[in-house]
């Protein structure tokens, strides 16, 4: 018999959470003779009444387990605590709102037993749905990061992945604080398949990410995978250091051949701002790496569980 785990982290899921449970009962019923599966429901701290639905869910179906934290940790962590309580031979992650459609386990499950794949993960053809500058900054954080990194991030690829247990064990082994998902998915390399299928509005409830929120996971994604950004900081800085160079003897020989009263004072207010701005661009670059450091040399646990069903 082998076992498959479904981690699905939740958040102010209780609109969504019954609609899921159905969704995914339809596709893991008569999924195939010699499977079972575990569903594991990490309650993030919703602020709602998740943890509640939850529980009844477990009361009806003992496959499903959960995990609540004592308060929200973020998706990431939800997700950390959700693998490394799945005892499955594979473990999948999928999101509460539908946007991962349970349809493709078959699919996925055939290809890492019948076609020699480690893991299969899944990407959006479209991003319809989604506000045209969204797409847009989405698309350059891709490109972005695609070039700071030398492994490759597959543009559109969602959190909702099907692993065997190696890959699962490699994801497990990074146990960094600052943790991006996707970016620890590629990473760890390993034979993946990639599904790519159209874009789903979420079922019920609402999105837990701003522009402003991604705009931050992004930048975290680049600084957790790159430093390319200190070595561009740098380059500025050389850049900068040569250009003066190259005006102070154009000043010396202007000066001295032409006798060039002093004037100027306007460009050199320009200047100064600009190299200024410069400087503390680039202080905020090392800032963010150190403050990464920072918080991961404390080493603090990534969640904190209140409640739980399984058993250790
Ligand atoms: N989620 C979570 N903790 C958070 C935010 C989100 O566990 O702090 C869960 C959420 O319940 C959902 C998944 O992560 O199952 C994806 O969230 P959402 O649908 O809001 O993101 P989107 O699909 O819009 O990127
Ligand atoms: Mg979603």
């Given amino acids: 018999m082998e076992k498959i785990s479904v981690v699905v982290p939740c958040y102010n899921e209780e609109k969504a959470l019954p609609l899921f449970y159905e969704e995914l009962k339809k596709n893991i019923t008569d999924f195939s003779r010699n499977v079972e599966f575990e569903i594991i429901l990490v309650n993030d701290g919703s602020k709602d009444n998740t943890l509640n639905v939850i529980k009844s869910l477990s009361k009806k179906d003992d496959r499903i387990k959960y995990i609540s934290f004592s308060r929200n940790f973020g998706k990431e962590a939800a997700i950390y605590a959700g693998l490394e309580n799945a005892s ?4 999948t992650l999928m999101d509460a709102d539908l946007q991962d459609p349970p349809s493709l386990l078959k699919e996925m499950y055939k290809s890492v037993t019948d076609e020699d794949y480690d893991a299969v993960g899944t990407r959006r053809v479209d991003r319809k749905g989604e506000p045209i500058i969204r797409s847009f900054f989405a698309r350059l954080f891709y490109k972005l990061i695609n070039k700071m990194t030398n492994f490759e991030m597959v543009d559109g ?13 490699a994801i497990l082994s990074l146990k960094e604080y600052n943790r991006y998902s996707k970016g620890l998915f590629s990473f760890v390399g390993f034979n993946v398949k990639w599904i790519e299928y159209q874009n789903i509005k979420r079922v019920a409830g609402e999105t837990k990410w701003s522009f402003w929120k991604l705009t931050k996971y992004a930048l975290e994604g680049i600084t957790a995978f790159s430093t390319a950004p200190l070595l ?6 050389l850049l900068f250091c040569l250009i003066s160079f190259l005006l102070i003897l154009i000043i010396i020989f202007k000066t001295i051949i032409l006798g060039d009263p002093t004037s100027g004072w ?3 207010v320009c200047i100064i701002f600009m190299v200024s701005g410069i400087q503390m661009f680039s202080l905020g670059i090392i800032g963010q790496y150190l403050s990464k450091t920072y918080l991961e040399i404390k080493k603090r646990p990534l969640f904190f569980i209140k409640d739980s069903n399984i058993e250790k």
């Avoid at 561009?232 to 800085?237: D, K, M």
Wanted: aromatic share 12%.
């Fill in 266 to 268: 306007p460009s050199l």
């Fill in 88 to 91: 499955g031979d594979y473990v």
């Fill in 157 to 169: 690829a969602r959190d909702y992945v099907f692993m065997k247990r190696n890959v699962v064990e």
């Fill in 232 to 237: 561009i900081s740098s380059g500025i800085g």
